[in-house]
């Protein structure tokens, strides 16, 4: 699975981003892990999470800090919140090429209808996948949303 991460150095060097990808010492699937090794703020870790809409892909790319809610996005998609769903690790597989727990907000093989949380606006950078579970790499939130195309969006109620 290599490749995923290579897949994602491309996408941001096609994009003039000048981050890197960081390697953690261990594989951290979860945003508390994630920063824990950072030493960032859980808030500050934007975790790209794949939906199910009635059979059609969704990235939520969300802050740490805070849990989707499935109501919002039901409303936002104008869907029941019956026809959205976490995707099984299989259908994440098949939409972005990487496994859970280690999922990129970018280097899909095809485009992915995306939302990004606008909480991960209230931090100076943020830290996301990048392809495996211990793969990362340092952005903003404007350059989040311009690598991935995505909509801001309230994604967690208050």
Same mark, same amino acid.
């Given at each position: 699975?290599?490749?995923?991460?290579?897949?994602?150095?491309?996408?941001?060097?096609?994009?003039?981003?000048?981050?890197?990808?960081?390697?953690?010492?261990?594989?951290? %699937?979860?945003?508390?892990?994630?920063?824990?090794?950072?030493?960032? %703020?859980?808030?500050?870790?934007?975790?790209?999470?794949?939906?199910?809409?009635?059979?059609? %892909?969704?990235?939520?790319? #969300?802050?740490?800090?805070?849990?989707?809610? #499935?109501?919002?996005?039901?409303?936002? @998609?104008?869907?029941?919140?019956?026809?959205?769903?976490?995707?099984?690790?299989?259908?994440?597989?098949?939409?972005?090429?990487?496994?859970?727990?280690?999922?990129?907000?970018?280097?899909?093989?095809?485009?992915?209808?995306?939302?990004?949380?606008?909480? @991960?606006?209230?931090? $100076?950078?943020?830290? #996301?996948?990048?392809?495996? %579970?211990?793969?990362?790499?340092? #952005?903003?939130?404007? $350059? @989040?949303?311009?690598?991935?195309?995505? $909509?801001?969006?309230?994604?967690?109620?208050?």
């Amino acid at each position: 699975m290599q490749g995923t991460v290579q897949r994602v150095r491309e996408v941001l060097r096609e994009s003039g981003s000048s981050e890197e990808i960081v390697e953690l010492p261990a594989a951290s %699937p979860t945003a508390a892990e994630t920063a824990e090794q950072l030493g960032c %703020p859980v808030g500050a870790i934007a975790s790209s999470l794949i939906f199910d809409v009635d059979g059609t %892909p969704l990235l939520v790319v #969300t802050s740490g800090a805070h849990r989707v809610d #499935t109501r919002l996005l039901a409303r936002l @998609l104008g869907v029941g919140r019956g026809k959205i769903r976490r995707a099984t690790p299989e259908f994440v597989l098949r939409a972005t090429g990487q496994e859970v727990g280690g999922v990129a907000p970018i280097g899909h093989p095809q485009s992915i209808r995306t939302l990004v949380d606008v909480a @991960l606006d209230d931090y $100076e950078q943020v830290w #996301t996948g990048a392809g495996m %579970p211990h793969s990362v790499f340092r #952005t903003t939130y404007a $350059e @989040l949303v311009k690598l991935t195309g995505g $909509e801001s969006a309230v994604v967690a109620g208050t």
